[in-house]
């Protein structure tokens, strides 16, 4: 896509099939995220956290990045957006976790992604 004319490509675990190994309330968690996203940023993305993302050197340069962290892809997302970049999803199969699990609590991660979500919308 990049190579096609987007500037920005954004991965999605559910535009195919379901991530593996993905429990059920994290799976539910995540629609949450999306769904407030969408709504607010209006658009139509089946994920916002899947850690996949390509985009242009040129293109990222535009995108205010001074206080991201790699742990924040929805303010990575929400500045895209309103960067005005031109933006393609592209499903992707996740085939779940190789070992280890996650350090974040799935509570805290998620009001924390919502939060930063609906502070990034409303920021000047």
């Not at 099939?17 to 996203?37: C, L, M, Q």
């Not at 001074?66 to 592209?90: F, H, I, Y």
């Not at 199969?93 to 609906?118: C, F, M, N, Y």
């Amino acid at each position: 896509p990049l190579v096609k004319g987007y500037d920005f490509v954004k991965g999605s675990r559910f535009a195919l099939s379901r991530p593996a190994g993905k429990p059920g309330h994290r799976i539910f968690g995540n629609r949450i995220i999306v769904t407030v996203y969408n709504v607010l940023f209006r658009t139509d993305y089946t994920d916002l956290c899947s850690g996949y993302n390509a985009f242009w050197k040129r293109a990222i340069a535009s995108v205010d990045l001074s206080d991201w962290t790699n742990q924040e892809e929805p303010l990575l997302n929400a500045r895209v957006r309103k960067s005005g970049l031109k933006v393609l999803e592209v499903g992707h199969h996740d085939r779940g976790r190789i070992g280890g699990e996650t350090k974040q609590p799935s509570l805290r991660q998620g009001t924390g992604a919502i939060r930063t979500v609906i502070r990034e919308r409303f920021r000047g």
